[in-house]
Antibody, heavy 123, light 107 residues
Framework: EVQLVESGGGLVQPGRSLRLSCTAS????????LSWVRQAPGKGLEWVGL??????????EYAASVKGRFTISRDDSKSIAYLQMNSLKAGDTAVYYC??????????????WGQGTTVTVSS | DIQLTQSPSFLSASVGDRVSITCRAS??????LAWYQQKPGKAPKLLIY???TLQSGVPSRFSGSGSGTEFTLTISSLQPEDFATFYC?????????FGQGTRLEIK
């Protein structure tokens, strides 16, 4: 079964750091780009960033709201992606989803979603 | 950034109804549009990608159309399990963006 499982969420104080993990199974992890999407309580979906597969350079893209504070990385040998979140703010409070990117000639959709992990930033 | 505006934001309909949701992009995005369904407390699920391609396993009552700046998700005959919130997403340019969502409720 193709699956993504997030972990690492929790309660953290403003200004502190947290690292989320996304563990994949059921597919060849290294062949896919991965993205993070978040959803604040009662709100819509917000794209956070993505990391391409090594085939496409393993490079990253970020939303302006997190650029310079969040870093996405991957360890293909372990089938894990990470979201390092620094200088956290109350506005970062959300459920964070790890998602697999479907690529045809370019990224066309997010076809596999994890169950999400909750991050709460509060003092 | 490319803005996506969904209409309506809220829709009340009955089982068996045909419903359509529109997603308008602030600039042309070719066919780089996807639709997702999200039920309360659950992760979103991919329904349609490349504007009109049905994701494997998704019932054929769901269909997508459009290109450029205007797109439509249609459910031909609503079933009880279809009531949820629907989002469009553009993947033409960074940052990737989502529409604000359309909540579909039972009348």
């Amino acid at each position: 079964e193709v699956q993504l499982v997030e972990s690492g969420g929790g309660l953290v104080q403003p200004g502190r750091s947290l690292r989320l993990s996304c563990t994949a199974s059921g597919f060849t992890f290294g062949d896919y780009g991965l993205s993070w999407v978040r959803q604040a309580p009662g709100k819509g979906l917000e794209w956070v960033g993505l990391i391409r597969s090594k085939t496409y350079g393993g490079t990253t893209e970020y939303a302006a709201s997190v650029k310079g504070r969040f870093t996405i990385s991957r360890d293909d040998s372990k089938s894990i992606a990470y979201l390092q979140m620094n200088s956290l703010k109350a506005g970062d409070t959300a459920v964070y989803y790890c998602v697999r990117l479907l690529r045809l000639t370019r990224y066309n959709a997010m076809d596999v979603w994890g169950q999400g992990t909750t991050v709460t930033v509060s003092s | 950034d490319i803005q996506l505006t969904q209409s309506p934001s809220f829709l009340s309909a009955s089982v068996g109804d045909r419903v359509s949701i529109t997603c308008r992009a602030s600039q042309g995005i070719s066919s780089y549009l996807a639709w997702y369904q999200q039920k309360p407390g659950k992760a979103p699920k991919l329904l349609i990608y490349a504007a009109s391609t049905l994701q494997s396993g998704v019932p054929s009552r769901f269909s997508g159309s459009g290109s450029g700046t205007e797109f439509t998700l249609t459910i031909s005959s609503l079933q009880p399990e279809d009531f949820a919130t629907f989002y469009c997403q553009q993947l033409n340019a960074y940052p990737l963006t989502f529409g604000q969502g359309t909540r579909l409720e039972i009348k």
